[in-house]
């Protein structure tokens, strides 16, 4: 076989793989969510599930799927494709897994904003994802602009990023345990994500932005596998390296505040995705579309344990967050093992 | 003659630091007696203390108001000391600047088992607090340095602080686990959650007041053996130290100080942090120096931080780990922007 085949099999058959680990993480994407809208305290059937989102009035089913199970579903699946993206992004443009931004404070910061308005100032919605989108830039670029300067940016930023993080958590334990009306699910919501009780209208400014944004990483993110191989290839590729930082950077930033204005900061999402993605369909190829069907699949399945699998109903950002911790111990074991810096 | 007069020049920065020191907690207790909703003046305060050294109760307004805050005001004085010096202690047995007892997970494995113990063992009193913060607080302190510590070059700061961000994360999503189908440990833990010396009484600080004192002793003598550790493992040894011992000692008493002032205040980060670096750069790295002037800066730092918490959430409180939290968070980055890092 001469080399020129070898390479051109091995071509075919990544993108063989990659092909497969889309549509087999699309197909477990469907199956999670019909399992969400037919699940609950009433189980209905699927024909019933199908005739309730095609506009039929189904006696109970209506109220049930339709007012509850399907904004349940959406902010799920939109808070997972829009962290999913969000760390990916961060993972790929500063070339190390760790830099995810729950890991390095910036959706701590988004919360705190998203929790002083809606728990303490009583803003709209609009106006809390507003508020969470200004604080969460404000909170990246302090990161960035302390890590700034001299060698290994990458570790001081991560450094930072979890003192300031720590920072923002205080904030928002204080404005939890003092909001006036004392709600566990609240307080559940702004500490760790949870799904309960988001209302359909509440999804706004979520939708909005997965619709505008996530079509800009897309495109963007061809630039993105430039980048992976550093800023000085990059640019011999032809891409504009700082304009394409800074744009995906914003992008994903506002993707990671508008979830956590909507559903909390769903704990470890953000940083699981881009690497199970990864895993899945191998490397090379965009990870943006792998990594959001990821994202939205973690967060359906952890909603579903934790709905279904406890006698108690858990939030899906506990469930997230102990499966998730490991994994990042496991990371830092991994690679601190092989010596690597990343 | 050069190296007489350096020591000299130290040694009188030492006792700038330890006069530094005193003055800053005088000044602390000071405005913790005489700051709150209520401003109460010199005399006030003299009378309140007088009724309590007597044994007396206060009579006037004012007096009943200090009276108030003495047991608070004592109980800053202790904790803040406590944690300084097992910051300081962190810092010294693993060499690494960033070591503190919130980062290395401390207070979030106290947490989880005193939830754990309400919850599930029905315990309520401070003495078993105590033991389960202690156990669980020195059980998570361990996990995080072995995590951290896995690998080439031992435990650098960003991998320690990563792997208590972790071992953190997971451990109070599993207080949540714990905590969310019993809504009557929840509410007694939402207080206990944000660390704060407002709920201090005389009979918690009589528990945990000899433990504090016992470990504090234990570090103020294994203080020149830590210097030697700061020369590395095998120079130490070489100068007659026992490395093994000194460090599990020293570790042992710095988790004891911590987990203590967290089962009575709850959870303070930071202030093990900001306080020994501070010290540093005044006194510079003589352990014998650092200590215990660490202790006198933490004392000053939670009195006048719990003061402020008071003055600015009037007529509430904010609690003091909230104001250590948002002056310590920015000393972090400091301290990460003045170490020269190797990434992870």
Redesign the interface.
């Known amino acids: 076989m001469s080399g020129a085949t070898a390479v051109r099999t091995g071509r075919t058959r990544r993108a063989r793989r990659r092909r497969i680990g889309i549509a087999a993480l699309a197909a477990l994407l469907v199956v999670l969510a019909a399992g969400m809208l037919m699940l609950g305290k009433t189980v209905y059937p699927i024909d019933d599930v199908v005739r309730v989102i095609i506009g039929q009035d189904v006696p109970g089913a209506s109220f049930t799927v339709g007012t509850l199970r399907i904004p349940r579903l959406a902010a799920g699946a939109l808070a997972g494709i829009a962290f999913g993206i969000a760390g990916s992004t961060f993972q790929t443009l500063l070339r190390n897994p760790l830099a995810s931004p729950d890991v390095i404070g910036i959706t701590s910061g988004a919360s705190a904003a998203a929790v002083l308005s809606l728990v303490v100032l009583h803003w709209s919605a609009a106006a809390t994802t507003a508020l969470a989108l200004a604080v969460g830039i404000l909170t990246a670029v302090v990161i960035y602009a302390a890590a700034r300067g001299g060698e290994s940016t990458g570790g001081r930023l991560i450094l930072i990023g979890i003192g300031v993080g720590a920072m923002m958590n205080a904030v928002v334990q204080f404005l939890v345990q003092r909001a006036a009306e004392w709600d566990v699910s609240v307080a559940m919501r702004w500490l760790t994500g949870s799904l309960n009780g988001v209302r359909l209208e509440d999804l706004g400014p979520l939708a909005i932005a997965a619709v505008v944004l996530v079509p800009i990483v897309m495109v963007l993110s061809r630039d993105l596998r430039a980048l992976e191989l550093g800023d000085a290839s990059a640019t011999a590729l032809g891409v504009r390296v700082d304009r394409a930082r800074v744009l995906l950077i914003v992008a994903a930033v506002a993707l990671a505040c508008f979830a956590t204005a909507t559903t909390g900061p769903i704990a470890f999402v953000a940083f699981l995705s881009g690497p199970i993605a990864a895993r899945i369909v191998g490397a090379g190829g965009s990870p943006v579309i792998p990594a959001a069907l990821v994202g939205a699949c973690l967060v359906l399945l952890a909603d579903l344990v934790g709905q279904f699998g406890f006698d108690t109903a858990f939030p899906v950002g506990v469930i997230t967050g102990i499966v998730g911790a490991p994994y990042l111990i496991f990371l830092l074991i991994r690679t601190s093992r092989l010596g690597g810096s990343s | 003659m050069t190296s007489a007069t350096a020591r000299t020049r130290r040694s009188a920065r030492t006792i700038w630091g330890v006069a530094g020191g005193v003055v800053l907690v005088a000044v602390g207790v000071t405005v913790s007696l005489a700051f709150g909703s209520r401003v109460v003046s010199i005399a006030e305060i003299g009378e309140g203390l007088r009724a309590f050294v007597s044994g007396d109760t206060a009579q006037e307004i004012g007096a009943i108001a200090v009276a108030e805050r003495i047991p608070r005001t004592a109980l800053s004085v202790i904790a803040g000391a406590a944690l300084a010096l097992s910051g300081g202690v962190m810092q010294a047995i693993t060499r690494n600047p ?1 070591a503190d007892p ?2 290395l997970g401390v207070n979030t494995g106290a947490a989880l088992f005193v939830v754990c113990g309400m919850a599930f063992f029905g315990m309520s009193s401070v003495f078993s607090y105590l033991g389960l913060a202690l156990a669980g607080g020195a059980l998570a302190a361990v996990v995080v340095y072995l ?2 510590s ?4 031992g435990a650098t ?3 320690l ?3 208590g ?3 953190t ?6 207080v ?2 714990v905590l ?2 019993r ?1 009557a440990a ?2 007694e833990f ?2 206990w ?2 660390g704060g010396t407002g709920g201090a009484d005389w009979s918690s600080i009589a528990i945990v007041a000899p433990l504090i004192v016992v470990a504090a002793i234990v570090v103020f003598c294994l203080a020149s053996g830590m210097n030697s550790l700061a020369l590395g493992d095998d120079v130490a040894r070489g100068l007659g130290v026992h490395v093994g011992r000194t460090r599990a000692l020293a570790a042992a008493a710095g988790v004891v100080l911590c987990a203590a002032v967290t089962a009575v205040a709850g959870p303070i ?2 202030v093990g942090l900001m306080v020994p670096h501070a010290v540093r750069l005044v006194v510079g790295p003589d352990q014998r120096a650092i200590l215990p002037i660490s202790a006198l800066g933490g004392a000053a730092l939670l009195t006048i931080a719990d003061t402020i918490g008071r003055v600015i959430g009037s007529p ?1 409180e ?2 003091a ?2 104001i250590t ?2 002056v ?2 920015p000393v ?2 400091a301290i ?2 003045r170490t ?5």
């Not at chain 2, 896995?150 to 070059?153: F, I, L, N, P, T």
């Not at chain 2, 994360?169 to 599993?174: D, E, K, M, Q, T």
């Not at chain 2, 020269?340 to 992870?344: G, I, P, Q």
């Open positions: 960033i919130g980062i995590v951290g896995v690998g080439a070059g700061p960003i991998k602080a990563l792997a961000a972790a071992v994360a997971s451990l109070s999503s599993l949540s686990a969310l189908p809504a929840m509410n939402r207080f959650q944000v980060a930071f509430g904010i609690e780990g909230i939290a948002f310590g968070a972090l980055v990460a922007r020269r890092m190797r990434a992870l």
